[in-house]
């Protein structure tokens, strides 16, 4: 199956990575001086689950890139989807399938409006993978679980996912299908909200949630809100959520930090629309009490779009 990664940051460029070091076919779209980098050198992995490793990964721009890919993964961040749609559209044949394993919950719904003629599924990702130099990825510790599945409606063949399934199983990515992904990608969504919006709000790194006090009374609070939020919306969620957020965020290295809280502090354009302030709006649609993220959304209310 041929393989190709819309955008190669810390998630793109860990699933590219870990595919190409078990033989398989793929190819990689990215931009700028990254690009230039892995062009030149390979893409350069450190990783806790791998070690140290220099991919000659094929590498375009999403305007270079003329081939057809059978499955089309799309890590690229929430704000930027608009922007890999003619991509999408121009690299997919009858068969290919495009899971999104964004941060943003609705994602897959959302390209697949956008792109009514091809098969778009879902997809989250638990990792903590970042752009580490140009043309260098980080993946740190010892998670890297990738879910993903068809939407209701959605119709797409097993083996084809098993197809895939495999092939990440063989690249050393723990893959599952999901049989509810609507719940699994919200289930992220209110994870991550949880884990980067904490971060940013106290400017820390993962191993002060780990620790009791008002760090780690935030990130729960968040997690209940959020909870809270998904029962209403008639997901069924487990009812020991919070509590599997609790010790994922207890596994993660205490010096990671979430991609939102990165590009906050270099100044970058961040997801904290997605992450925060549509988690909000969403709640307050639905009559939520959302205390904990009220607080936390003072301190960027200058940046909601």
């Not at 003619?86 to 897959?108: C, F, K, M, W």
């Not at 002060?208 to 209940?224: I, M």
Request: hydrophobic share 40%; with cysteine.
């Amino acid at each position: 199956m041929k393989y190709l990664i819309a955008g190669t940051g810390g998630v793109g460029g860990s699933i590219a990575a870990f595919l190409s070091l078990a033989g398989k076919d793929v190819t990689c779209i990215a931009r700028g001086e990254h690009l230039a980098a892995m062009r030149e050198h390979g893409l350069r992995l450190h990783s806790d689950l791998k070690g140290e490793h220099t991919l000659p990964i094929p590498s375009y721009t999403a305007e270079e890139y003329t081939g057809k890919a059978d499955v089309i993964f799309v890590c690229v961040k929430g704000y930027s989807v608009g922007s890999i749609t003619d991509l999408i559209q121009r690299a997919s044949h009858e068969g290919t399938i495009v899971i999104p394993i964004l941060n943003v919950y609705g994602t897959g719904p959302r390209i697949q409006r956008l792109v009514p003629g091809v098969t778009v599924l879902d997809g989250c990702i638990y990792i903590v993978g970042f752009v580490s130099g140009k043309g260098e990825i980080t993946q740190m510790g010892r998670i890297f679980r990738l879910v993903f599945g068809a939407h209701r409606g959605t119709i797409v063949s097993r083996e084809t996912m098993e197809a895939v399934q495999r092939d990440l199983l063989e690249s050393g990515i723990k893959a599952e299908i999901s049989d509810d992904i609507n719940r699994d990608t919200f289930v992220k969504w209110s994870f991550i909200s949880a884990m980067a919006v904490t971060g940013a709000y106290y400017d820390v790194p993962m191993g002060e949630v780990q620790k009791s006090g008002p760090v780690r009374d935030t990130f729960t609070g968040l997690s209940q809100e959020s909870y809270a939020l998904g029962c209403k919306l008639g997901i069924p969620l487990p009812s020991n959520h919070v509590e599997n957020c609790l010790r994922i965020i207890d596994n993660l290295d205490p010096e990671s930090t979430a991609s939102m809280q990165k590009d906050m502090a270099r100044g970058h354009e961040s997801e904290v629309q997605g992450l925060l302030f549509d988690m909000i709006t969403a709640a307050e649609a639905e009559g939520i009490d959302i205390p904990t993220y009220r607080m936390v959304a003072e301190k960027f209310n200058k940046l909601r779009n």
